[in-house]
């Protein structure tokens, strides 16, 4: 079973239904005892950084994701799900300083800038369709087994990743930003795979047979 | 690079579509999930449901539309139409629906986008703006409630830097003097807000022909362009005006 987790910010069906036609049985939960029995983990992306953390660990949902991710049990987070990865978020910064995240990758998740190197002004919040790009000669990530280089996928977001060894994609906009993070069976995308069509399809697939591998007794 | 959307946009009455649509092989052309099934196979960006039920006891049929078409859409979609309150746009949010518009009363009381964004994120906060240009002064635009039966004496532009202000995440920037005209975009109007925003502006109103979704992006200088008609009766399907889009050279997806 994949537990999609609920951090009561609402719009969690379309992840669900996505990994279920991707022939995962998965469900929505945020009973941190399921999570505990789950053969997989997907965290869903919606709401601001410090609200979803603090959600988490009053539901006891943090250091029960953070072991089991230690553990090596296939996790996949979306949007927000994918910032949470991270040690910190500037988002909701309070008097105590900066948010903090489930730590399994280093650095902190900021604001998209709005203007570009040369000074060229861009919309944030980044919406819409961009392409999500592969660095140059390396060999395919399973998680975008089959996908070329170049596809696009559909964000809607203002703030990002930091960059380092473990982005396994970027994207730009007004910056050029990981917008896919990979540490072991750990994976993050800043994209939304269930509302990206056909593309966003395959990517949840890809996951649903990493979380196969991982887990040979999961079926249908 | 981000890609210049395309945005069908459907009207929605007790969970049905309104306004006739001609397409071929559409089992039920009034059912909202199919046509929109049918813009995603056909490359649409994204959909906009607009509600116009008009009384509020039916609006129980949006929800539930909003509940299936996250269930089977695979594509972005927005809800707009008749919400008054943070719990209204909580129900629709809870029910799925990646985005939901303001319009009518984001005016009346203009606190109603800065909780709303505050509760679900400025990404799920769509400002719809109706406006009609000034009489005798073409660079000024006039916010319209109810519908577009009711002058505010409300500049646009500066509404829609309020709105932003407040936490809207893009415009939707409706001309009510070009909607239904067919003679393309009011681009000065478009591109006056989008100049005045830094949000993405969703230009809407007067596409007739393909150039038109072109000049919305180039001469209006919008993020998105919206079009319900042309859609609807078949006469352009999104991956044509993709085509043309790209042919002139504005980044899409196809």
Redesign the interface.
């Known amino acids: 079973m994949i537990a999609v987790v609920d951090y009561k910010k609402g719009n969690l069906q379309s992840v669900e239904r996505g990994l279920r036609a991707a022939g995962a049985h998965a469900r929505i939960t945020d009973d941190a005892a399921e999570i505990v029995a789950a053969d997989a983990i997907v965290l869903p992306g919606v709401g601001a950084f410090a609200d979803a953390a603090a959600t988490m660990d009053e539901l006891g949902q943090t250091e029960v994701i953070r072991r089991r991710i230690a553990e090596g049990v296939p996790f996949l987070g979306i949007c927000l799900g994918e910032h949470l990865l991270f040690e910190e978020g500037a988002e909701g910064a309070g008097a105590d300083g900066n948010p903090r995240g489930l730590g399994v990758l280093p650095g902190c998740v900021d604001r998209m800038p709005r203007q570009d190197a040369e000074g060229r002004a861009y919309k944030v919040p980044h919406v819409g369709w961009n392409t999500v790009d592969f660095p140059a000669g390396a060999p395919e990530n399973p998680l975008f087994a089959g996908i070329p280089s170049g596809t696009y996928f559909y964000f809607t977001h203002s703030y990002i990743a930091p960059d380092g060894p473990f982005a396994i994609a970027h994207t730009t906009h007004s910056v050029t930003f990981p917008c896919a993070v990979q540490k072991g069976n750990a994976f993050g995308v800043q994209f939304h795979p269930e509302k990206s069509s056909d593309a966003g399809a395959a990517v949840l697939r890809n996951f649903v047979e990493i979380v196969k591998a991982a887990s040979p007794a999961l079926q249908g | 690079?981000?890609?210049?959307?395309v945005i069908p946009c459907m009207d929605v009455k007790d969970g049905r579509v309104v306004k006739g649509v001609n397409f071929v092989n559409l089992r039920d052309a009034g059912d909202p999930i199919e046509l929109a099934q049918r813009y995603?196979e056909q490359?649409a960006?994204?959909v906009i449901f607009l509600d116009i039920t008009a009384t509020s006891d039916k609006r129980e049929t949006t929800v539930d539309l909003a509940?299936r078409a996250?269930?089977?859409?695979?594509?972005?979609y927005c809800v707009g139409g008749g919400f008054r309150s943070v719990a209204d746009i909580?129900r629709m949010?809870?029910a799925?629906?990646?985005k939901v518009s303001v319009n009518s009363a984001a005016v009346d009381n203009p606190q109603l986008i800065s909780d709303a964004a505050a509760a679900?994120?400025?990404?799920?906060i769509l400002c719809a703006i109706d406006a009609k240009q000034v009489a005798g002064n073409p660079n000024k635009w006039e916010v319209y409630v109810h519908g577009g039966r009711t002058a505010t004496g409300i500049d646009a532009v500066e509404w829609a830097v309020e709105a932003a202000r407040r936490g809207a995440?893009?415009i939707l920037l409706t001309s009510m003097d070009r909607d239904g005209s067919k003679d393309g975009f009011d681009c000065a109007f478009t591109r006056a807000v989008a100049r005045a925003v830094?949000?993405?502006v969703i230009a809407s109103g007067g596409v007739g022909k393909l150039e038109h979704f072109a000049e919305g992006i180039i001469d209006g200088e919008a993020?998105?362009v919206l079009a319900a008609s042309v859609f609807h009766f078949g006469e352009f399907t999104v991956t044509q005006v993709k085509e043309y889009m790209r042919s002139q050279g504005i980044p899409v997806?196809l």
Do not use: V, Y
Not at chain 2, 1 to 5: C, D, P, S
Not at chain 2, 70 to 76: F, I, R, V
Not at chain 2, 120 to 124: D, E, K, M, R
């Open positions: 690079m981000l890609a210049k959307r995603d490359r960006d994204e509940s996250s269930a089977q859409l695979h594509l972005p909580r949010i809870a799925g629906a990646d679900f994120g400025t990404q799920a995440g893009e830094d949000i993405p993020d998105a997806r």
